[in-house]
């Protein structure tokens, strides 16, 4: 499975921005994708996770109630839309494809990863 992220950009403090990542591969619609972030300095932690079929969601405690994640198995794609964004929010944004069906939230559940898209949020 290869995976693109696009979407990145600088915003200001309060905007918007959708990320998305195009899937090769057969396999998209059988596995959980997930959407991870990595500041400079920083681990890299989950942002949200989305089962297989788009029915089940999970979302960190900083992104639940402002981002939202969905997934359209007939184009391959996952997407994140991001409001309200503020400035810790600046990070390279990554996709990554799971081989289970249900959300997971730990890097290590993950095989498969993008190479990223920068976020850039000014105050």
């Known amino acids: 499975v290869q995976l693109q992220a696009s979407g990145g950009g600088l915003v200001q403090a309060g905007g918007s921005l959708r990320l998305s990542c195009v899937a090769s591969?057969?396999?998209?619609?059988?596995?959980?994708m997930g959407w991870f972030r990595q500041a400079p300095g920083k681990e890299r932690e989950i942002v949200a996770a989305i089962s297989w079929s788009g029915g089940n969601t999970v979302y960190s405690d900083r992104a639940k109630g402002r981002f939202t994640v969905s997934r359209d198995n007939a184009k391959n794609t996952v997407t994140l839309q991001m409001t309200g964004l503020k400035p810790e929010d600046t990070a390279v944004y990554l996709c990554a494809a799971s081989d289970f069906t249900t959300p997971q939230t730990t890097e290590g559940r993950y095989g498969y990863w993008g190479q990223g898209t920068q976020v850039t949020v000014s105050s």
């Open positions: 591969g057969s396999t998209f619609s059988a596995r959980a």
